[in-house]
């Protein structure tokens, strides 16, 4: 199973609104990112978690605030976020760090 | 700035032409991945590179990293209405956490 999950699939919210997105993996990966896509632009990285820590924030705004409940869950937390954050937000795992990195299907953001 | 440079940007081919896309840095990488996006979709993992000189091949696709480890390219031979995409490269510095992706070529192929 080289599958990560990523819900919901589609998100809409004020920018007043609270929102969580999940993603989760089974592969025993101990590794697992956050990156933020916009159209016709590659992704970008926004956090790195290596063993449940965080180690890698790329200075990324503090309405986003990321989670790693434990090895097979990530969290990204919203809050006030503004309509250029709008985008398409992957998830991604991988075996170690700077392994091969698989990535979910993603959750297509909407900020009004 | 731009970590990982690729071009071109757009490639518009006909369906049993060749593809090539180039990956520069201006350092020294010490692996370079391959992913390929279609549209509407997620990056999915093609290869990766670690050696100098280092050549693979995935059926029609080849894959290459420069002797220096500061380029790479992907070359993909009679292209197939299946290969439309975005391949991104992603390289890595030596002593650096992360994975630079290059800015992708995407491909249309007309049938």
């Known amino acids: 199973d080289t599958e990560v999950t990523q819900t919901p699939k589609h998100l809409v919210m004020g920018m007043t609104n609270k929102k969580s997105l999940k993603c989760e993996q089974h592969?025993?990966?101990?590794?697992m990112y956050w990156y933020k896509q916009k159209a016709k632009k590659p992704p970008e990285l926004m956090f790195v978690y290596s063993y449940e820590k965080l180690s890698i924030n790329e200075s990324v705004p503090s309405r986003f605030s990321p989670e790693c409940p434990n090895s097979s869950l990530l969290n990204l937390h919203l809050h006030a976020l503004q309509p250029e954050d709008s985008a398409l937000y992957l998830c991604?795992?991988?075996?170690?760090?700077?392994?091969?990195?698989?990535f979910g299907a993603g959750t297509r953001l909407s900020v009004l | 700035g731009q970590q990982v440079m690729q071009i071109p940007q757009y490639q518009h081919v006909q369906e049993g032409e060749d593809f090539t896309t180039y990956c520069n840095s201006s350092?020294?990488?010490?692996?370079i991945q391959w992913y390929k996006q279609r549209p509407g979709g997620h990056p999915v993992f093609l290869i990766q590179l670690v050696k100098s000189g280092e050549v693979k091949k995935q059926k029609r696709l080849t894959f290459q990293f420069g002797e220096a480890k500061k380029n790479s390219s992907l070359h993909i031979t009679a292209t197939q209405t299946t290969d439309v995409g975005t391949y991104f490269c992603a390289g890595r510095r030596y002593n650096f956490n992360k994975f630079y992706f290059g800015s992708g070529t995407k491909l249309n192929v007309k049938p």
């Open positions: 991604a795992s991988s075996q170690a760090g700077l392994g091969i990195q698989y």
């Open positions: 592969m025993g990966h101990r590794a």
């Open positions: 350092t020294t990488l010490s692996n």
